[in-house]
């Protein structure tokens, strides 16, 4: 079974850095994209960006771009999100995902999600 | 960016009902969509993928159509488990994007 554990969120003041980690488990985590997502309390799904299986190809969203760094160990079998320069409009829920089976940019299946609030 | 519209939202619909959720996307992207399914306090789930394919496990009430810039979601026959939001999601190109949700409720 695949599980996906996400760790690292918290409260943090504007301006400040989080780095969230994802634990994943019950697949070869090499053979997959991974993503991290998030969802703004009360609001809709926002995918902030992307690595690839081996870790050379990355894509991240206009609003984080510049200011985040996605990661990933294939020897720990973990995905990193490493924020820098948050704001306010960084609080959100943040979910590790897996690329799917069939396309990498599927998302399947998701972790439970760590929350970040960014606020003074 | 590819701008992803669902419509209607909320829906009222009643346990046995037939729901249909429409998302239009702002420009055409072939069979590149996803729905997905949450529920309060749930992290999303995958039920359609390619516009019509049926994720495994998914029930077969739940099916998809579409290509290009029109898609649906179909719910035959609603049962007390699916009210919850659903989400497109289009993954012809960067950044993916997703719909702003359509909650169904019941009446």
């Known amino acids: 079974e695949v599980q996906l554990v996400e760790s690292g969120g918290g409260v943090v003041q504007p301006g400040g850095s989080l780095r969230l980690s994802c634990a994943a488990s019950?697949?070869?985590?090499?053979?997959?994209?991974m993503h991290w997502v998030r969802q703004s309390p009360g609001k809709g799904l926002e995918w902030v960006s992307l690595?690839?299986?081996?870790?050379?190809?990355?894509y991240y969203a206009d609003s984080v771009r510049g200011r985040f760094t996605i990661s990933r160990d294939i020897s720990k079998n973990s995905l990193f999100l490493q924020m820098n320069s948050l704001t306010t409009e960084d609080s959100a829920l943040y979910y590790c995902?897996?690329?799917?089976?069939?396309?990498?940019?599927?998302?399947?299946?998701w972790g439970q999600g760590t929350l970040v609030i960014v606020s003074a | 960016d590819i701008q992803m519209t669902q419509s209607p939202s909320p829906v009222s619909a009643s346990v046995g009902d037939r729901v249909t959720i429409t998302c239009r996307a702002s420009?055409?992207?072939?069979?590149?969509l996803a729905w997905y399914q949450q529920k309060p306090g749930k992290a999303p789930k995958l039920l359609i993928y390619?516009?019509?394919s049926l994720q495994s496990g998914v029930p077969s009430r739940f099916s998809g159509s579409g290509s290009g810039t029109h898609f649906t979601l179909t719910i035959t026959g609603l049962q007390p488990e699916d009210f919850a939001t659903y989400y497109c999601?289009?993954?012809?190109?960067?950044?993916?994007?997703f719909g702003g949700g359509t909650k169904v409720e019941i009446k």
């Open positions: 019950g697949f070869t985590f090499v053979d997959y994209a």
């Open positions: 999601q289009q993954a012809n190109s960067f950044p993916l994007t």
């Open positions: 390619a516009a019509s």
């Open positions: 995902v897996k690329g799917s089976d069939f396309s990498n940019y599927w998302f399947d299946p």
């Open positions: 420009q055409g992207i072939s069979n590149y």
């Open positions: 690595i690839g299986g081996d870790g050379g190809a990355t």
